[in-house]
DNA sequence: CAGCAGATTGACT
DNA sequence: GTCAATCTGCTGC
């Protein structure tokens, strides 16, 4: 289990990448499933545009991200898909980091199962929508320590430096300048990154 | 209070 | 390639 305090440094980015390689696991429903996280995002709070807190804004729903690092942050974006974060930082400063995909290790036949409409591993959870219907991660995961017994990160992979890809983030062109930012980690020649560009 | 766009995905033309 | 699904929050009447 991941220790409490990775998830404080005052570094997203560098956190972001930490989290490359890492094991998610979920125990949704008595059933236990989880991934190898492949693709990350990072978004930087105040200061970012393309953050629900960019300007330090407020809401029921960004209150979450407010939080201390090492709090689970599931919104829903479109009205359908639970997108899954992982709050960083000291309380008071809104870090998050996005997980965009992961690759399926444990649990396998739960997340088909969950995922009737997957074909095969590859796109069991190659996406951020995808990954929180695998692991069984809805809105109600909101707001939950990364210490308790429905979802943690377990140590995985060491992920070197050169295996990892930095690139613009995804569907956050809205966000002007800071959209080009190289927020966005993967996981170089991996096959289960997202299908997004 | 109506209208619209979004950190997306899957079904269908 | 195109489009609907449908919740949250912002803008403007």
Request: glycine share 8%.
């Amino acid at each position: 289990m991941i220790q409490k305090e990775f998830y404080l440094k005052d570094d997203v980015v560098q956190i972001a990448k930490d989290l490359l390689g890492k094991e998610l696991v979920t125990n949704s429903n008595g059933k236990i499933s989880s991934g190898s996280i492949v693709e990350t995002e990072a978004y930087a709070g105040i200061i970012d545009k393309a953050s629900h807190a960019y300007g330090g804004k407020f809401t029921k729903r960004t209150q979450t991200m407010y939080l201390e690092g090492g709090t689970t942050y599931v919104y829903l974006c479109y009205g359908i898909h639970s997108l899954f974060n992982i709050v960083t930082n000291k309380s008071g400063i809104p870090h998050a980091v996005l997980i965009r995909a992961v690759q399926p290790l444990k649990g396998i036949d739960t997340m088909f199962e969950r995922r009737p409409e997957s074909k095969s591993e590859r796109n069991l959870a190659n996406g951020p929508g995808s990954l929180s219907k695998a692991l069984g991660i809805k809105t109600i995961h909101n707001e939950l320590q990364l210490d308790s017994k429905q979802i943690w990160l377990e140590e995985g992979l060491k992920i070197k430096n050169e295996k990892i890809i930095a690139s613009p983030r995804v569907g956050v062109a809205y966000a002007k300048e800071d959209a080009l930012l190289p927020y966005r980690f993967r996981i170089k020649d991996n096959p289960f990154c997202s299908l997004a560009k």
